[in-house]
């Protein structure tokens, strides 16, 4: 009878791999670019432990973070970073002509609008995040008032990695965009390689927007993950468990 069960219990594990695992993939999701309306307040309605990331000095970005805050949800800095393309940035931007000085005046008076941010990603970014020295004085802010950054790659020549490195920040990158198209056929496709991605390195980072479009075809999707054997968790839980690995492998060397 032992043996039977064995085998009984080898064949579903061959079939049915994932519901078995001993350690379920973590999917992030960061809705951002709020605080211009009114009804982003509809992103807040998400089910599940979504992130939320507030572009600061904009009419509704504090009122709309101390709600998320109070729900137990991670809030980010939303920092309007320099593009190639050169469309308007909005306040509270981080220029390339700017001085470190300056640099740090911008992000302590995003930081002292929303104190209890966790961390910062970046809005647009695809000409700053390139730059060595504007950068540098990001992470260094950034350590010193212990955040983390996402980096939203907004292009593939990004140094903040590296520099996050040098400076002792802890550091994310985007993985998928759900939501450059916001027909509910894209969406979900994207939703899908979020998921796949997630399953192949075991975690995965999206980032979407509040398009009422988005926050429909969420609402349907986001339930879809547990049968994946998926946890939607804050972002910040993947830096946790990326700690947790790593001094975890140091300790067995």
């Keep these: 009878n032992n043996l039977l069960l064995v085998r009984i219990i080898l064949i579903l594990l061959m079939i049915f791999p994932l519901a078995f695992s001993a350690h379920s993939a973590k999917v992030a999701i960061i809705i951002d670019d709020i605080g211009y309306r009114k009804t982003d307040q509809n992103a807040l309605t998400l089910p599940g432990k979504i992130s939320y990331a507030f572009l600061p000095h904009t009419p509704f970005a504090k009122e709309l973070a101390e709600q998320a805050n109070s729900a137990d949800k991670d809030v980010l800095l939303h920092i309007p970073m320099e593009s190639t393309s050169g469309k308007l940035l909005g306040p509270g931007a981080i220029t390339s002509e700017m001085n470190d000085e300056k640099i ?3 992000l302590t008076h995003a930081l002292a609008e929303i104190p209890f941010a966790v961390g910062i990603n970046n809005h647009m970014g695809s000409h700053l995040t390139k730059l060595r020295k504007p950068m540098a004085s990001t992470m260094k802010f950034l350590k010193q008032h212990q ?3 996402i980096d939203s790659m907004t292009t593939s020549q990004s140094k903040t990695r590296a520099l ?10 985007r993985h998928v965009f759900l939501d450059n198209h916001t027909d509910a056929h894209y969406i979900e496709q994207q939703f899908k390689v979020l998921i796949d991605r997630a399953q192949h390195d075991e975690f995965a980072i999206g980032i979407a927007h509040p398009h009422p479009e988005t926050i429909t075809a969420l609402k349907q999707l986001i339930p879809h993950l547990a049968a994946q054997n998926i946890e939607l968790v804050p972002v910040s839980t993947l830096f946790n468990q ?11 060397e």
């Design 164 to 173: 996050a490195h040098v400076y002792g920040v802890p550091h994310l990158q």
């Design 242 to 252: 990326l700690n947790n690995t790593r001094t975890a492998q140091l300790t067995s």
């Design 104 to 106: 740090n005046a911008q």
């Design 147 to 149: 955040l983390f950054f």
